[in-house]
């Protein structure tokens, strides 16, 4: 309760924050953070707060051998109650970025703070299942995201029970009440991932999440592969769900019109580094960064001319 | 107690959106080929079950003078060398050899799965230490492999039945690794992971149930080899030891008899062999096959 009204102001904070425009990974304080949680020690109104942030990965063996840097010192903040869209093409490192926040990937370097609480780099247990409560995660993959032989109640009431001690009755009716928040039915239950359709799925996946009650839900690509009209529902669902329980979210995405429609901050990442950040009408309307112009001019919309060479674009870009 | 009225997970299909369940019907499954497979494999468990009541004769006690009968009202399918019931040594035969078969199946089975999950949960250095002892082990020809092991404990049925058993390990734990490395990178199973819940119940409750279907066409795919394998141990003198009714040892006993003109043991031993191997090797790629085409 106490954290959720924090959420609100925090948002109103890091919205302000928000609009002046930072750029290259120089994350800023997030505001004024007037009214700091006190309770899990946050600091300012930052939810999460990361600082060279660092991850590299090593491909191939012997001659083959390559190395990418998927992370290469970001830092971040996100204030609390605020929607950041973080954007860029495959390969940006943004996916890598959601998934050491959630702790499914270790850095090589760098420091997460979340909810004023810095994260182990290589988690215990007792630490994941402690940041789990702070943190979810909706995954891209509606066909993956749920076990096909477990019914989409199970999958619920197993986040429910992993947080939360609660009786075999009460986590049936908590599991009816999520999956009536999402827009599905109790009776979807019972069903198995196979009787429901991707943009269901999807909904059963943020059930899920909520399940813990978190306070910063991390969507990878989480409306990417649902049809256009599934996807306006679903997100749609997600800015009521913000709303009406205070959350954080960072929604990764490559899709510029989503970002639009979801949230009020962007960061714009290429090659493991934040190139841009500031407000989504700023960014989109008034891009800085040529990397942020390109992404833009390339995104597919009425009476748009696909650019030929991207490469050589982005050879510009570089240069 | 108190409203139990959202009734427990039993499902069934008429639920929000009663579609057919993935992999329905088992004999569809199957197909005609598969179900003939099933039914001759029933077949022979029950004869091995109920040898003591279909066999007519004590399956190791014969007389020395009713020696290399022929097929007749007496014994149905004649006697061996030392004058015993060919009929009731086949059906005793039976027991053994299926019994051992199932046995190698179900420990390599076990040790296969328990290794695959380990290396697919742990990852990194775990996973490379085990395919590397998983290639040592793959150096050994299997029967080879067996042989050492019997050499070092002793022969006998229990003996060739572990041997062959740890011979067997790396087949399955290399094809169910890969399976379980497949699984285990679906948001589902990092969606669980992310919980903090521990390998052990991600892996028993997620990876198992989806990998099930591979551990039990493996074991049907196994278990006509290790038949084979089983019986070849046998036939070398060092699984199954005289008097015991065994089909591979029949077979192998029966090859003076066979240089004698009379054939019918090892013949007989042989076909049941044969056959057994053909209807699990069927099963196996039946399910297999389905298993991996019809995948959601």
Do not use: I
């Given at each position: 309760m106490n954290d959720d009204v924090k959420g609100t102001d925090g948002g109103v904070i890091g919205r302000a924050g928000g609009g002046s425009r930072r750029t290259a990974g120089a994350g800023g304080s997030g505001g004024s953070g007037a009214k700091g949680p006190g309770g899990a020690g946050g600091?300012?109104?930052?939810v999460i707060e990361i600082s060279g942030l660092c991850k590299r990965f090593v491909t191939g063996r012997g001659s083959g051998r390559r190395t990418v840097d998927?992370?290469?010192d970001v830092s971040l903040t996100v204030a609390d109650g605020s929607c950041l869209a973080v954007v860029g093409?495959?390969?940006?490192g943004k996916s890598t970025l959601a998934r050491i926040l959630v702790g499914l990937e270790a850095a090589d370097a760098g420091e997460v703070v979340l909810a004023g609480r810095p994260v182990a780099r290589r988690p215990r247990r007792a630490e994941r299942r402690a940041r789990a409560r702070d943190i979810q995660m909706v995954f891209q993959d509606p066909n993956g995201?749920?076990?096909?032989?477990?019914?989409a109640g199970s999958a619920i009431s197993e986040v429910l029970a992993a947080h939360h001690r609660v009786t075999g009755a009460e986590a049936r009716r908590r599991v009816e009440e999520l999956l009536e928040q999402v827009g599905?039915?109790?009776?979807?239950?019972?069903?198995?991932?196979?009787?429901?359709?991707g943009g269901q799925r999807q909904r059963v996946a943020i059930a899920r999440a909520l399940a813990a009650e978190p306070r910063v839900l991390v969507l990878d690509e989480a409306v990417a592969a649902l049809d256009v009209s599934v996807q306006a529902q679903v997100l749609n669902l997600l800015s009521e769900i913000r709303r009406d329980r205070r959350l954080t979210y960072l929604f990764i995405t490559h899709d510029l019109s989503v970002v639009r429609q979801v949230s009020e901050e962007v960061v714009v990442m290429r090659q493991g580094r934040i190139v841009e950040r500031g407000s989504t009408t700023q960014v989109l309307d008034d891009p800085q960064h040529p990397y942020t112009r390109l992404l833009r001019d390339s995104a597919p919309r009425p009476g748009w001319r696909p650019v030929r060479a991207i490469g050589r674009d982005a050879a510009e870009v570089e240069a | 107690m108190k409203t139990a009225v959202s009734a427990p997970p039993a499902r069934r299909p008429g639920g929000p959106a009663g579609r057919r369940r993935p992999g329905g019907g088992l004999s569809g499954r199957l197909g005609p080929l598969g179900v003939a497979a099933v039914a001759v494999a029933a077949l022979l468990v029950l004869a091995a079950l109920l040898a003591p009541v279909l066999a007519p004769y004590e399956p190791d006690i014969g007389s020395i003078v009713q020696r290399y009968l022929p097929p007749g009202p007496e014994h149905l399918l004649g006697t061996d060398q030392s004058g015993r019931d060919l009929l009731s040594r086949l059906l005793y035969g039976a027991r053994t050899s299926l019994l051992g078969a199932a046995a190698v199946v179900v420990i390599a089975g076990v040790g296969g799965t328990l290794l695959a999950l380990v290396a697919t949960w742990f990852g990194g250095r775990v996973d490379a230490f085990i395919g590397r002892v998983l290639d040592l082990l793959f150096a050994f020809p299997n029967l080879l492999l067996a042989i050492i092991v019997v050499a070092v404990f002793g022969t006998g049925m229990a003996q060739a039945t572990v041997a062959l058993a740890m011979a067997y390990v790396p087949y399955t734990a290399r094809v169910l690794r890969s399976v379980a490395l497949r699984e285990r990178r679906l948001p589902y199973v990092q969606a669980a992971e992310l919980q903090g819940l521990s390998g052990v119940t991600v892996s028993g409750r997620h990876l198992l149930p989806n990998i099930a279907p591979q551990i039990l066409t493996g074991a049907a795919i196994n278990f006509g080899y290790a038949m084979i394998d089983l019986a070849a141990l046998s036939f070398l003198g060092l699984g199954v030891q005289p008097p015991t009714a065994d089909w591979g040892l029949m077979v192998s006993q029966g090859q003076d008899s066979l240089l004698q003109g009379y054939p019918q043991q090892s013949l007989l031993a042989g076909t049941c062999i044969v056959v057994a191997v053909a209807a699990f090797s069927v099963i196996g790629e039946r399910l297999g096959g389905r298993a991996a085409g019809g995948r959601a």
């Open positions: 600091s300012g109104g930052n998927a992370l290469d093409e495959s390969g940006s995201s749920l076990n096909r032989r477990r019914t599905l039915r109790p009776a979807h239950a019972r069903s198995l991932p196979g009787e429901l359709s | -």
